[in-house]
């Protein structure tokens, strides 16, 4: 069975720093999503890399996705209280199109 | 655009009772997905359906757990009976279909057995 690695597990930084978290396997996945997920709510997709060395940008976040398609980094420029929750990365394998779930990152920004 | 629904939203109930969960998907979605989070943790999907036929349930604990989508839109998730070990959320997701990975889930049931 595929795994999918985050780390770190638990981040608490204070509002204003940067921070990054990321995403890791050892085989190859197709496409790599990022969901943010609040206490009690479900998961909310904010981006799909597909291509090796992809790089998007949302606001203050900055989504890479690995060069061999088997890593993804999540980069947060000056971290707001709003950041706070759980960042999950969930990969399609390339063999069988199964969607592999990473256990996420719980960040915590305090103000 | 109306976004998956989920009922109830908290349920609580004893050991050995059962319990039921329904949701409803983005309209015209094909795809359904419940999983299972416990707290802090991703999920981890119990089934995934494709209109009405069922694509994986190789982690569904099928002497406890069972789950339909007769009409091929809403879908119910049962457990009987409930042990301790089931409390979680149970999220339900959609996505549009074969070959579209981006899922789009409701808001969850957060199930607690005493």
């Known amino acids: 069975t595929q795994l999918l690695e985050q780390s770190p597990q638990f981040l608490s930084i204070q509002e204003g720093e940067n921070l990054t978290v990321y995403c890791n396997s050892s085989s190859v996945f197709s496409s790599l999503q990022w969901y943010r997920q609040e206490p009690g709510e479900g998961p909310v997709l904010l981006v799909t890399v597909v291509t090796g060395g992809e790089v998007k940008k949302l606001k203050r976040l900055t989504f890479q996705f690995g060069d061999a398609r088997k890593d993804s980094s999540l980069h947060i420029t000056a971290a707001q209280p709003g950041d706070t929750g759980l960042y999950l990365c969930?990969?399609?394998?390339?063999?069988?199109?199964?969607?592999?779930w990473g256990a996420g990152t719980k960040l915590i920004i305090k103000p | 655009e109306a976004g998956v629904a989920q009922s109830p939203r908290y349920k609580i109930i004893e050991k050995r009772q059962s319990v039921a969960f329904w949701c409803n998907p983005i309209s015209g979605h094909a795809t359904l997905y419940w999983y299972q989070q416990i707290l802090g943790q991703g999920p981890k999907l119990l089934i995934q359906f494709q209109n009405n036929g069922v694509v994986d349930d190789s982690q569904l604990p099928k002497d406890r757990f069972s789950a339909e989508r007769l009409k091929g839109v809403d879908s119910t998730l049962k457990i009987q009976p409930a042990k301790l070990e089931d409390s979680a959320v149970y999220l339900c997701a959609s996505s549009l279909g074969q070959g579209h990975y981006e899922q789009y889930f409701g808001p969850g049931t957060r199930l607690t057995v005493t």
């Open positions: 969930a990969g399609v394998e390339d063999s069988n199109y199964q969607l592999i």
